[in-house]
């Protein structure tokens, strides 16, 4: 069983800035993708941004240019950078890994912008 676990995240003014961290209990290698999903109040979870095992990243479109993904395969970790937050961005954040059929979640970390 993969353990995902997050943290980072806070209470921060708009404008600001956190990073999220995510390590995996097994190497990252072994993910086909691996990124961020966020869910606000009311809303259904959405893609922030992830990265693919071949490296390619993709970003929700609401947060490009402001948020950077990346990761240290030496620490079996991924990072989401958010920068020039907004309050829009308040919501739980959620680190995914998938590997062949297998979709796993971590417990998810509050983000937070007030304005």
């Known amino acids: 069983q993969v353990q995902l676990v997050e943290s980072g995240g806070g209470l921060v003014q708009a404008g600001g800035s956190l990073r999220l961290s995510c390590v995996a209990s097994?190497?990252?290698?072994?993910?086909?993708?691996m990124g961020w999903y966020r869910q606000a109040p009311g809303k259904q979870r959405e893609l922030v941004a992830r990265i693919l095992g071949v490296g390619s990243t993709n970003y929700a479109d609401s947060v490009k240019g402001r948020f950077t993904l990346f990761r240290d395969d030496a620490k079996n970790t991924v990072y989401l950078q958010m920068n020039s937050l907004k309050p829009e961005d308040t919501a739980v954040y959620y680190c995914?890994?998938?590997?062949?059929?297998?979709?796993?979640w971590g417990q998810g970390t509050q983000v937070t912008v007030s304005s």
């Open positions: 995914n890994a998938v590997a062949g059929w297998e979709n796993y």
């Open positions: 097994r190497s990252i290698f072994s993910f086909g993708a």
